[in-house]
């Protein structure tokens, strides 16, 4: 037989499991062509198969000498290095395989979890983020799922948050980021609706009973200003499972929002009987009572809300707003500098400029309407010695010098061993900058 019959044969007997015929038939291939390397490399992967590693190794490093940018021979000794836990040989082979076939998602993940075991914890997710997307796009959802988890496993904690304790569980996927779902709701909030709605779309063709994807389909529909599609995909969530506190919250504020007030108070009912701690639930329940003109109640939510997390810097947004249409300016200007400062702290400065300008705004409108206090003086401000220069920092931020003080501390790392009067001029020309 000629080198191709003799390939094709070994294939056959190595797909039945029978080893040791397919590398006889392949040692044949290579005797009739001894610079064949793709007899080279289908025989290293009989050897794997066989469990004969070195042998696999050097006849996969024979095809790779062959034929320097075969990917499967680069990709195949990767598998066998990493058996054998040569890490970073594996890894030099996985990056030539990948500069041949970036788009190879077994290679990706291969990558990533050689990264993994070398300690390169960026590169790892960087890999795995890669190998699940290129998954997603062949609508492999079982594969996807796994390197998001791989992913969920590895990232580091942030500074902000203490490690586990040795009493404590490390957390599953599902509570970590590492759920399919919970990433692609992340790309919603980042304004990658299309692309998260084309994902979930072909989900639910494979399969319309997963509650999830509707639910997540919903969310790209609110997303969307869509709230009748919305609508059906969250009544779907909650036929296939009535319990769904995400689906009954926004369920419920779409209700209100199309004038079925009864529906969707009985989904915040509901969703607060499932979570009765649920800071959110609070919140939706306030938003649908101010944005039909009762007020008060939901002042008195909001107030609910904070009794639970008195830090949340958008409940005090919120708060703020129905005090606005209440005309109770004060309470408002209130909230809107106590939020301020929850933002400066958390380093938020995008909501903490957006608020700013709400609250200047406020603030103006304000001092025209009344003789006290006088328009220069922003109300409830702490009475901090300062120059005019400093003055106008402490109106720039509100009224709260400890939100200019650390402003000011944060100029003072990034430029060093400059005057006090040069870093209150940076913060205000930062600040003014903001609002052109």
Known sequence: MVEQEWIDQGIAQAKMGDYVEAIAAFSQAIE?????????????????????????????????????????????????RL???????????????????????????????????????????????????????RKDKENCQACLTAIAQIKPQSRLTPPPSPQTSPPTAMASIGDIYGELLDRIRRGQVQS??????????????DAQAHCC????????DQPENALKDFNRTLKLDPDHPLALRNRGKIRFQLGDHAGGMADFERALQLNPDEVLIYVAKANAFRDVGDYQQAIALYKQALALDEHCASIYLN??????????TRQAIADYQTALS???????????????????????????????????????????PSSPRKERLRMLVGGHWEIAERLLEQARRYYPNQSEEWYVEKVIQDLERNFE
């Open 319 to 328: 708060r703020a707003l129905a005090y606005t249409r209440l005309e109770e």
């Open 217 to 224: 389909r919903g969310m790209a529909y609110l997303k969307l």
């Open 342 to 384: 929850l933002f400066s702290k958390a380093d938020d400065w995008d909501n903490y400029n957006n608020t700013l300008k709400k609250l200047n705004g406020l603030q103006a409108g304000f001092s025209r309407s009344t003789s006290s206090p006088t328009p220069s003086t922003p109300l409830n401000l702490p009475q901090t």
């Open 83 to 137: 058996a054998l836990k040569n890490y970073t040989g594996a890894l030099s082979d996985i990056e030539v395989a990948l500069r041949v076939n970036a788009q190879h998602a077994a290679g990706q993940r291969l990558r990533g979890t050689l990264c993994r075991k070398l300690d390169d914890i960026p590169e790892a997710i960087a890999s795995f983020k890669q190998a699940a997307q290129l998954y997603l796009d």
């Open 32 to 80: 009739a062509n001894p610079i064949s390397a793709i007899a080279y490399r289908q025989r290293g992967l009989a050897y794997y198969d066989a469990g004969r590693i070195h042998d696999a190794i050097s006849d996969y490093s024979q095809a790779i000498k062959l034929h320097p940018q075969d990917f499967a021979a680069h990709y195949g000794r990767a598998i066998a």
């Open 196 to 209: 998260a709605l084309k994902d979930l779309n072909w989900v639910l063709q494979a399969d319309d009973g």
